[in-house]
């Protein structure tokens, strides 16, 4: 829920208009209620757009202020054990004047500073500025389901949900990185902590960061870390995961409007649904998208579901790319991602924030349970025959899974030689020496290939690509999307299982097809795996990508036309789609609107 | 359970008219336009007391506007007030009413809010609107100096005031033939080459050829169709300044006379409102549609308030739209989407590049992209049954 914005100005006061203005940048992210706080000193401004779950009342209303005004937060998420934490804080004799979760962070700041967001169980981000200390407090929830960016320069510090918020200081510098561009089309995302521009940064997931207001003087730390180990008992692993998830599900429905459901007719969708019916909630709205003329379209199998679970599916079908669409996307997608999902999951989320303000889905099942084909050593691709056996003998090196992980995620690849050719003479600064030297941050010796990509998979292709994608895509229409898979506990339980206690190279996420048993069509668990993305026909349009023939990357000397014309000619449509988002996002973002 | 109202939300599209019967005949010829073509409500709102006749129309919102306004201004302050005007929890489409509905997905419009608030892309930047929205001097000074100036070509190019429809096709024809030359340089080396190098008669393509002892461009039937002006002679008895490398004539103030740009506006919104605009030549927003909600009070109530605050300001024309750039930037809205050309494209009389694709289906400004407009706004020559433009509206009801 809710988007939040705020900023710093050392050099004169707050403006509270230019402070609302950012704030309702953020209107898609919260349009039932929207606020803002300004000091008593004019230093600090903070704001917030309200997407109202909780206590639907005006006690709810964000920014919050503590009784005693020294605290003041702003808040995007939902703290899905809030009512043990009140129940700590009020054993402590703290007074709640809500129902909310965010009266929580309040009193909860109060308590434990900087130790707040470990205690948290949810997806959060936000702001608690202390008054008396003079201190912004920034958090991030753990996986980075919510977004929180931040840029400052010698005199402001700026936050928000989006970018668009930040940019809308008009005293904000607003200064390219090119290195940060190339990393894009290599990645289809720009790596934490970058964004596409000089002095904006995402916190990352897990991290909070103070401010002093005073000096602008920045401390960042990381709260929590996802242990690679196997030191968790198998034998009751089954029944501890499907009691965690439940659990887990329980606290992600806990609403005071009601929540549907996303369901794809795969395997983790429909197991949420399946927990949804055992739970006996009510009314049972599910969510799907189909892609007409295609055979392998994945509606038919959530009817299938939903049939079986006598619910309402609602289902759109889609017919082609629309290029307007991506350019609308690309206005959502500030910080761009080139995820080929990112159409069906816009599309899909304006069906239901047709009829539901939030719904479940589920995403981080195929990271924690090893659902992907890349996570199979099968998938690996060895240079030779003396590769292959000496990493039977000895185990794969980190380069090893490194380059496999590369090729896996790239999508018509952009290494280092391909950016060279790509960009022109004077963008040459934006092909770095390792595009993708954020993966060896993520290195953890000693565990097994399996937890190693799964690791990898949760840290950057599931936080930067996925969760971006859901965050933005669904936003877009003010839908929450929930995400019960991504239960820290729940997932730091899995990660401490030995590999085949939940792994089976033939058995496609065994631990979720057993829950699925019995209660949905065979068909559903024992299909091939299937991304949420659509006929690769729709990604083929050569008409499409002729824009880019005409576009602004070319015109403003970033993108070599031969290069363009080469990748149209081979129809090479995995790299002209990447380009293609980066030529809507600059024209929203770079040019503003003037090639209109 | 709490109250999700999201479903009860209508789709409604606003006209404001006000005073004059111009107006009120214009707003007359729209309307079946778009009733035809939605079941959308479609709401007038206007001050009865001013109008010089009856809106003819079902559902009126009728609003006493300030005694203190003009007619003028009494419409804008209608349309940049509706939302204190009109009901709360309702999307709302407003439309000048020199737009017209010419597909069949008009009601599409409503998917594209994008809040806080959405409008569509002027057909020119904000240097080039300036002048016509604040009181400078650009104006006038340019369209003095283009008087003299034309007057002076026209002695030395007869036809160059040709109203004649078949001549003024040859005469753009020949100019876009002239501009693909200029663009590329491969071609104005062989076509200078050529020139030289041919005897009297020059031929330029199969429907143009230079008669060199004449100075006159004509058509391959012989017909005079321009004739060769000497620009540094008109320069000099205009007493303005002739620039041989950009073939253009420039007046005292060092701009080309034929366009009058300039950065007062931009310059006027810093003065009186504080604001600073980041980027001189922004593309600003056009007012003639735009999707708004409950979401756009502040954006819509800021435009309102300064908007008033200009009326009375003889530095500036009675005008929304340079109170809205204004808006858009004291509120950091300068890079949020604007809607499709689909949705409000500005067919303007008076521009050169505009025309339709031979099958008559669509229309560009920009021979790279012809659009299938939904909404098309006509400015200017509103019911010129001598523009093949509006005829091709037209035809669409």
């Known amino acids: ?596 | 359970m709490g109250n999700l109202n999201r479903t009860s939300m209508q789709n409604i599209y606003v006209f404001v008219v006000c005073g004059g019967l111009e107006h009120i005949n214009t707003l007359h010829y729209s309307l079946p336009f778009f009733k035809k073509r939605t079941q959308n409500p479609i709401w007038v709102v206007s001050d009865s007391t001013r109008n010089e006749s009856p809106v003819v129309h079902s559902d009126i919102i009728d609003v006493k506007v300030p005694a203190e306004y003009d007619n003028h201004q009494a419409s804008i302050w209608l349309k940049t007030n509706l939302h204190n005007l009109l009901p709360k929890g309702n999307r709302y489409v407003y439309l000048d009413t020199d737009i017209l509905a010419i597909g069949s997905q008009s009601d599409a419009i409503f998917e594209q809010y994008i809040p806080p608030i959405r409008f569509a892309a002027d057909h020119c930047k904000m240097k080039q609107f300036s002048p016509y929205a604040v009181n400078c001097m650009c104006l006038p000074t340019h369209t003095a100096y283009r008087e003299r100036v034309n007057a002076l070509l026209e002695q030395q190019d007869p036809l160059s005031g040709t109203e004649e429809i078949f001549l003024l096709e040859k005469r753009n024809e020949l100019q876009r033939i002239f501009a693909t030359i200029k663009s590329n340089k491969l071609m104005v080396l062989s076509t200078a080459i050529r020139f030289f190098t041919s005897g009297n008669r020059f031929m330029l393509t199969k429907e143009f050829y230079f008669d060199k002892s004449a100075k006159v461009w004509c058509g391959s039937d012989g017909t005079p169709v321009m004739y060769q002006v000497d620009m540094r002679k008109i320069a000099k008895v205009a007493g303005l300044k002739y620039i041989p490398i950009k073939n253009d004539i420039v007046g005292k103030d060092g701009k080309s006379i034929w366009v009058d740009s300039c950065n007062h506006l931009a310059q006027c919104i810093e003065n009186k409102f504080q604001i600073p605009i980041g980027n001189k030549n922004w593309q600003h927003w056009n007012g003639g549609v735009f999707l708004f909600s409950d979401e756009s009070h502040v954006f819509m109530q800021m435009w309102h308030e300064l908007t008033i605050e200009i009326f009375k300001d003889p530095e500036w024309k009675t005008r929304d739209q340079g109170t809205l750039i204004a808006t858009v930037w004291k509120l950091g809205l300068q890079n949020h989407p604007v809607l499709d050309e689909t949705w409000n494209f500005i067919a303007d009389y008076g521009s050169k590049n505009l025309f339709l694709n031979e099958a008559k289906t669509a229309i560009t400004r920009d021979a790279n992209l012809f659009i299938h407009p939904e909404f098309i706004h006509i400015y200017h020559h509103f019911g010129d049954e001598k523009w093949d433009v509006w005829n091709w509206a037209k035809n669409k009801m």
């Open chain 1, 1 to 596: 829920m809710c988007g939040i914005a705020g900023y710093i100005d050392l050099a004169k006061n707050v403006d509270s208009t230019t402070l609302i203005g950012m704030r309702d940048t953020l209107t898609h992210r919260g349009p039932d209620a929207a606020g803002v706080y300004i000091s008593d000193d004019r230093n600090v401004g903070l704001a917030h757009r309200r997407l109202s779950f909780i206590d639907l009342s005006d006690a709810g209303i964000q920014p919050m202020v503590s009784a005693n005004g020294r605290y003041i937060v702003s808040f995007n998420g939902e703290i899905y054990n809030f009512k043990q934490l009140r129940e700590a804080l009020e054993r402590d004799g703290y007074v709640f004047q809500s129902q909310t979760d965010t009266e929580v962070l309040l009193h909860g700041y109060d308590a434990w500073k900087e130790q707040l967001p470990k205690y948290l169980k949810g997806m959060f981000a936000f702001a608690i500025y202390d008054d008396s200390e003079k201190i912004l407090f920034l958090a991030r929830d753990r996986f980075g389901i919510k977004p929180l960016f931040y840029g400052h320069s010698s005199t402001c510090f700026a936050f928000a949900s989006e970018l668009k918020a930040i940019f809308s200081l008009p005293f904000f510098p607003k200064k390219i990185k090119k290195e940060s561009v190339g990393k894009f089309l290599a990645n289809r995302y720009v790596p934490t902590p970058n964004t596409m521009w000089e002095n904006v940064y995402k916190l990352p997931p897990a991290h909070w960061m103070k401010i002093k207001t005073d000096t602008l003087q920045i401390e960042e730390k990381r709260y929590w870390q996802l242990v690679v180990s196997a030191k968790n008992e198998r034998k009751d692993a089954a029944e501890i995961i499907s009691q965690k998830l439940t659990k887990s599900l329980e606290e992600h429905l806990l609403s005071d409007v009601p929540i549907g459901a996303f369901l794809s007719g795969g395997m983790d969708s429909s197991a949420l649904t399946v927990l949804m019916k055992q739970l006996a909630y009510e009314p049972l709205d599910f969510f799907s998208i189909g892609f007409s003329g295609w055979n392998e379209s994945e509606h038919e199998y959530a009817k299938l579901v939903a049939d079986k679970l006598h619910a309402n599916l609602h289902t759109l079908l889609l017919d082609k790319i629309s290029i307007e669409t991506v350019e609308t996307l690309m206005y959502y997608y500030d910080d761009p991602i080139a995820d080929i999902s990112i159409l069906p999951t816009y599309a899909v989320s304006g069906i239901a924030s047709k009829k539901v303000k939030a719904v479940v889905s589920g995403e981080g099942a195929d990271e924690s349970f090893g659902g992907y084909w890349w996570q199979k050593p099968a998938s690996f691709y060895f240079s030779s025959a003396f590769h292959r056996i000496k990493s039977r003998v000895f185990g794969k090196s980190f380069a090893e899974i490194k380059k496999h992980y590369i090729q896996a995620m790239s999508m018509g690849l952009f290494d280092k030689e391909e950016l060279g050719r790509a960009f022109t003479a004077d963008w040459q600064d934006a092909v770095s020496d390792d595009p993708f030297a954020h993966f060896d941050r993520f290195e953890q010796k000693g565990s097994s290939t399996l937890k190693q990509i799964q690791f990898l998979d949760i840290h950057t292709f599931m936080s930067e690509l996925i969760l971006t994608k859901v965050d933005r895509a669904s936003m877009a229409h003010s839908l929450e999307v929930r995400v019960p898979f991504l239960d820290h506990e729940l997932v730091e339980f899995l990660f401490g299982l030995p590999d085949d206690s939940y792994f089976d190279e033939h058995i496609q996420k065994r631990e979720i097809r057993k829950l699925l048993q019995g209660h949905v069509p065979a068909i559903i668990y024992e299909r091939k795996k299937q991304g949420f993305v659509g006929p690769d026909k729709f990604y083929m349009d050569m008409e499409v990508y002729n824009m880019l023939l005409v576009g602004n990357l070319i015109k403003d000397g970033v993108i070599r036309k031969e290069y363009v014309v080469d990748l149209l000619a081979e129809k090479d449509h995995w790299r002209l789609w990447k380009l293609f988002v980066l030529e809507n996002w600059w024209k929203i973002w770079v040019k503003g609107g003037e090639s209109k």
